[in-house]
């Protein structure tokens, strides 16, 4: 069962989403709040949580800042981040906060089960198409000059480019593995050290680091 926490601070919003979660196949909210801290403090106190629907546009600490803190301290926890906000900056701040994924509000709700198994399958989750995605960020960082620091480049192995192309094909780690003829569970030790080797927060990040040094091209996503 995937153990849901609802981050909003619209409570009619809030109610309406724990509603439509219940009809989705081993899914369940097990906590909602109009504030982050409090789903701080529920991480703190030992509640298990899988993924935290979170909103970006709340008064007491915003979305941004709670996926920063649970990045650092929760790392497990999955984040999908559902707001109404589509600007390239918006997108650039939620791959750089760390956030598995992004579901607009205006989006068809029968994707939202897709996109909580999603990011639990892939670790990552965008309503939009992952090469689109992957431009706006590449625009955003160019128009903002990024500091991005070429110099401290490292080198992925032909396997782990294997793993972040097939990521990006959407495969899931069920599925690289198959292809691969590997385990599951290597398959996701390759992704772990491919994040931490390139510094990422979530893969969304690989993919960019992965852009940035050619070790895949935007033709090949």
Known sequence: MIRIALVDDHQLFRKSLSLLIA???EVEVVFDTDDGLKLLEKLINGEKIDVVLLDIQMPIMD????????KKDYSDVKILIVSQLTTKEAVHKIMDCGANGFFTKNSPPELLEQAIKGIINKDYYFDMELAAVVRE???WEKKVQSNFNFTQKINLTGREVEIILMACKELSSIEIGDKLCISTRTVEKHRKRIMEKTESKNFIGVVLYALKVNAIYLEDI
């Open 137 to 139: 960020a590449i625009l």
């Open 63 to 70: 979305g941004f800042e709670i996926c920063t803190r649970l």
């Open 23 to 25: 009809t989705f196949d």
